[in-house]
């Protein structure tokens, strides 16, 4: 693990190997972040799960979040409490993904987009009913 400068962690947390955390970042308690993650300067990440191979862009802010691997978030975004990010999703820049909102697998979301409501892929199927 590499960790930039003026960046601080509050544990407990769990950080996978091989994963670069940027200047001035805070990583917030009960957070677990995978291997071969990148996390860009400035960000927030608390209370978070965050699987392998997830790039998180600059000045970009996590709450309480679930991002699955391989997924690029790139920079100034904000994803609010209980978002659920699948698998291979790309997020452009300044997006806001509101709290309680579920990304399917392999979404790209356009920079600037405001997400209010669950991004479905027909390829992967949307019911979320019991889950």
Not at 75 to 80: F, G, H, Q, T
Request: aromatic content about 4%; some cysteine; hydrophobic content about 35%.
């Amino acid at each position: 693990m590499s960790l930039g400068s003026n960046s601080s962690i509050v544990g407990p947390i769990v950080i996978g190997e091989n994963t670069t955390i940027g200047d001035n970042v805070l990583i917030g308690p009960y957070t677990s972040i995978g291997s071969n993650c990148k996390i860009g300067n400035n960000s927030r990440i608390l209370s978070s799960y965050i699987f392998n191979s997830v790039e998180i862009g600059a000045n970009t802010a996590v709450s309480s979040a679930i991002i699955d691997n391989s997924t690029r978030i790139k920079d100034s975004c904000i994803l609010e409490t209980g978002t659920v990010i699948g698998p291979r999703v790309i997020i452009g820049e300044e997006v806001t993904v509101n709290s309680m909102v579920r990304i399917w697998p392999e979404v790209r979301v356009k920079n600037g987009t405001k997400v209010n409501e669950n991004l479905g892929n027909e390829d992967f199927g949307n019911n979320i009913k019991g889950s």
